[in-house]
């Protein structure tokens, strides 16, 4: 699914990549390259850059220097494409507490972010909230709207995740359903930069650590 | 076509999580009933306050928005779907016209028809009555328009309110000038037509070039 | 000499105006010129102090 | 051409640029005041309907000139760095702005001190300095907006929108208040502006809006270069400039 016409699989490459908030140095010449099948676990303190490798990788922000490229071509050049192939989960949760399970997957389906096709009560299912489809999410515990989002990934068909300490408020077998969903992924050719504080159990997955070390952080 | 459901989306969801949490839309619109209603106090019951009725609901609608627009994006940056918004395939400018068409909506038209009420419990002529309304009509989409886009450059900024209130009051000095003063000149029988087509011009500009300002704050304001 | 301070009997307007402009070029001649200054020491000071770890 | 200019498009290169050209910059500026003040407040006769309080309108006419000159400068910068991704048009629209917000005010208050002796009284709804307290509002609010957001960058492309955003109303806002003012007291000075002034008087008025026109450039040089050191604090080349300028101390 992931491999171009050529047979050249499509890579994810951070060239030189550096980044500023505020006045403070976060990374610098920061480089790497993966390719499908490969998950890459970012590792490092609180405050090192991960959120913010994260959100340069999505074309969210630019980057102080340096590109990030998907496919040979800078990501900024090919925005709404680039935004096809990728499914973020975010810091936050992304869903709207005043909404219920299904209305936030149908408003993420209708906004069409990593080509999500439509079966949200499947996915739902899959995420093991079935039993509350209807509910408000102000009612769901942090867990459960985390398996919201996580129902994103489900439904997903694009190449590349980003993934954002997606194990936060999870409890144990929402750690493996993680891990589940990040085999299938792999499996299928896609990629994923993930960043967490508890390292995902690597076995059958091709995870590969980068270390982040805050710059200049005395 | 799907950039259309996209859009469609966006507006359902605005409006049915404005309607789930009552309070929030009531609240431009009870300050704006208790900036009208004091006036009168302040004036005693003579007949000034029939001139000056005009001013005043305009004036508290400006007000009345200014207070809800920091509304626009508070639970989107709150909840994190903000950045699902910006990572949509579609083009962010035409949902942001989605999200002030929702803030016309929810937050101003009802100020509108509070405002004809208000103006009528004032003993305002029937004439100008309408031209107060209509004018209402054709000036509010730029309060959303103008006011989507000031929200978004302000999103998550401590002393976001006043901040918001400062950038948005000179954008909407012009659409006061001409609102207030259709309704006036009406109050006077002179023609109002010109005073209209201004209103209607800068409602047309707004609604082109809004959308895509919002979209390069709002772009700004994530990275 | 001094009816040309007297100004024709608007000194009281005349010369605030030109003061008060002389004060305004004033203000914005020194205050950058002198965060320059202070910017430069700031940054060298930073910049010793990251050197000398 | 075009490369060269890009070379002074890169920080470096205008901070460089800049050193040079700023001194000469308030030097002509203050050859220019000096002129224009001895053409103005000497040689110029005394004006046969405002006697001598016209005098103002050396002063007046030239920070009126630039409060707008100024935005279009900042909206222009504002423009280049959101599109063509300009580093160096976010650098010149942050230090622009407090310069115009400065000549803004003096606008006003020349203005009100301008129109006391003619309108007899401080402040008249005239259409002109109606439209200049509205530019100085939308000059504060980009102001504000820079104040209120911590990182550099993401100020600035936010203040470029919010600019080019007040560009686009400052003709809506000029043409409303003065269909507003004009409603209300019909236009009471037209001379103000009209071309037609002696000779003697208008050389000493272009000789003070060419000095003020010049100070602007200076000042807005100098500013620059204090935005360029606070953006590119991290970069090798200002780590060396800032090395070299302080290396004195460094060795006492």
Known sequence: MANTSAGVPKSLEAVKLSCVRGDRLVFEALEFTLVPGEVLQLVGANGSGKTSLLRLLSGLALPYAGTVRWDGRDVHQQRLFWHRNLCVIGHLSGVSASLTARENLAVAVALGAGGLHANVVEALGVVGLSTCIDTLAARLSAGQRQRIALARLVMSKAPVWLLDEPLTALDLDGKRLVESLLRTHTSRGGLAVLATHQPVDSSNLNVRNFQLRGVGSE | MNFMRAAAAILQRDIRRLLRRRGQWTQPLMFFVMVVVLFPFALGSGEITASIVPAVVWTAMLLATTLSLEEIFRSDFDDGSLDQLALSPHPLPLLLLAKAIAHWLTALLPLILMAGALARALNLAPTPLWTLLVTLLLGTPVFSLVGTLASALTIGLRGGALLLALIVMPLYIPVLIFGAGAVNNAALGLPTSGEMFFLAGLAVLAATLAPFAAAAGLRSRLS | MNDFFAMGGYAAFVWPAYGLTAVVLALNAILPCRRERALLRQLAAEAKRQGSQ | ?252
């Open chain 4, 1 to 252: 051409m075009f490369a060269s200019w890009h070379k002074y498009a890169s920080l470096m290169h205008f901070h460089a640029l800049s050193q040079r050209v700023s001194p000469w910059c308030f030097g002509l500026s203050a050859v220019l005041f000096a002129a224009g003040l001895i053409g103005g407040l000497g040689l110029a006769p005394t004006d046969y309907q405002q006697g001598e309080s016209f005098r103002i309108i050396y002063v007046h006419v030239p920070s009126a000139w630039l409060s707008m000159f100024a935005y279009i400068v900042m909206a222009t910068a504002g423009a280049l760095s959101l599109i063509w991704k300009v580093k160096l048009g976010e650098v010149i629209a942050r230090a622009c702005a407090p310069l115009g917000a400065s000549f803004t005010a003096l606008a006003l208050v020349t203005g009100a001190l301008w129109g006391k002796p003619m309108w007899g009284t401080w402040w008249a709804w005239d259409a002109r300095l109606t439209s200049e307290l509205l530019l100085l509002f939308l000059y504060l609010g980009y102001i504000a907006l820079q104040a209120a957001i911590d990182d550099r960058r993401a100020a600035a492309r936010a203040g470029a929108v919010l600019a080019l955003v007040g560009v686009v109303n400052i003709p809506i806002i000029h043409y409303s208040v003065e269909w507003w003012s004009t409603l209300h007291q019909p236009a009471t000075i037209t001379k103000l502006g009209a071309p037609s002034i002696a000779t003697s008087m208008l050389i000493p008025l272009l000789l003070m809006a060419f000095a003020s026109q010049v100070f602007f450039f200076a000042v807005l040089l100098v500013r620059t270069r204090c935005e360029i050191l606070e953006f590119e604090r991290h970069t090798q080349w200002v780590k060396a400039l800032v090395g070299r300028s302080s290396m004195p101390t460094v060795i006492a």
